[in-house]
């Protein structure tokens, strides 16, 4: 009943509420969360905002639980505009929205990913982060035309908005020939658009501010006279009349030719429009263009009035690049203590705004550089998790074809012997005992094995196919060009992976022999790789074949979750790593000399987490030391059980 269009929107409010009510009862997540969802939509179009932010945050928590993909999407999405639009908050908007981004772009959902990128970059601007909203706008043009191209959709709206954004941003950036081609699409694109004369209107005055920003008076004046022909449509906005009232009576006054009477008679017809309107905005306009007007032809006192209306306005409002403006023509109009406080404000507002700039940049950047950082965390933990599974799975199979192994063959000597079963069922007890040998060597030759014939078998086939491939490019047209190397590229990140799986299956701890050689080629690789210099000492009086196989591995999952803990959150430019024998205890020493870091704050990071259950698990003990900006020294103690 919510859902039915053709009812009152108090109605279906009180049918949602309901609703949500009746789903919680259920006790089911993925019911109320849908009840939920459709609630916080009909607080949206009944005009209770602050109500429709609290639910989305709610609905967030519950999606983020239970793993919605689509709700965490849209609830991002949500955020995003409510914080944009009622919060006035930017950079929590940006945040939501860069966050709704990702998911959009990994569910394929094209139309949305172009309406949160369409917000960024809108947002961007508004930031004065020019050259991110043109890049992030130039995506959006992109996805229309992929859209275009492979649904036959025509997202006129979309693509005008975007269009209508690149002119502004590129007039920002003083590229006017760029502008004037994206306004002048823009304005062709309204043709398509039934009912949109406001759009069409609206391209026609951008394309008369940017000439008028280039220079071509006489172009602009044309153009402004265009649309005050349409003189019907504009008086349904009055306040956008007022504005080209405005904008077209100083463009004259620009010209320098003029008829004095006239234009003032203008300036202030467009003052009264906006009076009448109390339309704050186009009052601003109209008070700073007479400012200017008077100050040109010496009315000074008229022009100081104007200018300090235009100076109040633009500080309430506020509009800052107006309200600087005012600031530097009062500076000009006044004299002695009261100019100078006027230019002084002006140069202390103008160094305030670019050092927020500057910030809202890098926060942007910051933003986008934390939430790939977290998206790259959660794939990584995917894939361990995959890893995991697939290998809990072969051992569980393994033991479960182990079992029937050993079960038949307890049958069959059960059948064989049953005139001694006591004597029988001592022996398979006994062959179960020595089995377990005989089973891990088999394992450690089976790793070996399937090593070898990954890397002479299936690498040297998919090498060879790769090559074969690449030599039969050349005799096709453009597009199987391009498929085959698509092609060639897997090949080759198959290549890579079974390289790797290759390594890890090779690498053996069994022997204790060259422990150290293989812990010197783990520092060197990681070391080289992540640009640190290295030290790495040890003794020889650890007889490393007497420890147990677990030890030596969780020391040298230790020192390499050491190192990749260093490579990402240090900045360090050199590692020490050292080992030595003390009363019968092996001490491990990690010393690096990077930021450091709060200890008592970061004893939740995954990285120390993982160190301290190794330790754990090989009896020992674990001391971080941390001085901020100076660098981090790890001592690890573990028994030398020799």
Not at 280 to 292: E, V
Not at 426 to 434: A, F, T, V
Not at 460 to 487: Q, V
Request: proline residues 1%; negative net charge.
């Amino acid at each position: 009943m919510s859902k039915d269009k053709t009812l009152p929107i108090d109605e279906r409010l009180s049918f949602a509420i309901e609703a949500s009510k009746l789903s919680i009862k259920t006790d089911n997540d993925s019911t109320i969360l849908n009840s939920n969802r459709n609630l916080s939509y009909l607080y949206l179009i009944s005009g209770d905002y602050e109500t429709f932010g609290s639910a989305s945050h709610d609905n967030l928590e519950l999606a983020l639980k239970l793993n919605d993909s689509n709700a965490i999407a849209a609830s991002q999405s949500n955020l995003g505009w409510y914080y944009y639009a009622v919060g006035g908050d930017n950079i929590k908007s940006y945040e939501y929205h860069l966050n709704a981004l990702k998911y959009h772009t990994a569910l394929g959902n094209l139309k949305e990913k172009i309406s949160t990128l369409t917000t960024i970059a809108t947002i961007q601007d508004d930031e004065k982060d020019y050259l991110g909203s043109e890049q992030n706008a130039i995506e959006v043009l992109k996805l229309i035309q992929t859209i275009n191209e492979n649904q036959g959709i025509s997202l006129y709206e979309d693509q005008y908005i975007i269009l209508n954004l690149l002119g502004i941003v590129s007039l920002k950036l003083e590229n006017y020939e760029k502008s004037l081609e994206y306004h002048e699409h823009a304005l062709a694109l309204t043709e398509e658009l039934k009912n949109r004369d406001d759009l069409r209107l609206q391209s026609n005055n951008n394309l008369a501010i940017t000439y008028r920003s280039k220079g071509d008076l006489n172009k602009t004046l044309e153009i402004y006279d265009t649309i005050l022909e349409e003189s019907e449509i504009l008086e349904e906005d009055p306040s956008f009349y007022a504005l080209i009232i405005v904008n077209k009576t100083f463009t004259k006054f620009m010209t320098g030719d003029y008829d004095y009477d006239e234009l003032e008679s203008e300036f202030k017809r467009a003052l009264k429009i906006s009076n009448s309107l109390q339309d704050q905005y186009s009052i601003l306009a109209s008070s700073i263009d007479l400012a200017k007007f008077y100050k040109a032809n010496d009315q000074i006192e008229l022009s100081r009035k104007y200018a300090e209306d235009s100076y109040n306005i633009s500080k309430e409002i506020p509009i800052n690049d107006l309200y600087l403006e005012s600031m530097i023509i009062l500076s000009q109009l006044t004299k002695g203590e009261e100019s100078r406080t006027y230019l002084e404000s002006h140069i202390k507002l103008s160094d305030s705004l670019l050092k927020v700039e500057r910030k809202v940049r890098n926060k942007f950047a910051r933003i986008e550089f934390e939430t790939d950082k977290v998206e790259e965390e959660n794939e990584k933990m995917s894939q361990q998790r995959m890893w995991l599974l697939i290998t809990s799975a072969g051992l569980l199979l393994t033991l479960f074809l182990l079992y029937i192994i050993i079960t038949q063959r307890a049958k069959n000597k059960e059948l064989k012997f049953e005139k001694d079963q006591q004597k029988a069922n001592e022996e398979i007890y006994n062959l179960m005992l020595s089995q377990q040998d005989k089973v891990d060597e088999a394992r450690a030759n089976e790793k070996i094995r399937i090593s070898k014939e990954l890397h002479d078998g299936i690498l040297g086939r998919l090498f060879g196919t790769r090559l074969s491939l690449d030599s039969f490019n050349f005799s096709e047209g453009k597009e199987a060009i391009n498929k085959r190397a698509n092609y060639i590229s897997e090949l080759k990140i198959i290549e890579d992976d079974i390289r790797k799986v290759s390594h890890d299956l090779n690498t053996d701890f069994v022997s204790g022999s060259g422990f150290m050689d293989i812990v010197s080629e783990l520092i060197e690789k990681q070391t080289n790789a992540y640009q640190l210099e290295s030290t790495f000492n040890f003794t020889d009086d650890i007889n490393w074949e007497t420890l147990p196989n677990k030890t030596k591995i969780n020391i040298y999952r230790i020192i390499q979750e050491s190192l990749q803990n260093i490579y990402k959150h240090a900045n360090a430019k050199a590692v020490k790593i050292s080992f030595e024998l003390k009363n019968n205890v092996i001490c491990l020493s990690i010393i690096d000399d990077g930021d450091g870091f709060d200890i008592n704050k970061s004893k939740k990071g995954i990285g120390i987490k993982n160190i301290n259950s190794r330790v754990e698990e090989v009896e020992g003990k674990v001391q971080f030391h941390s001085i901020l900006n100076k660098g981090t020294e790890v001592n690890i103690t573990i028994p030398y059980k020799n």
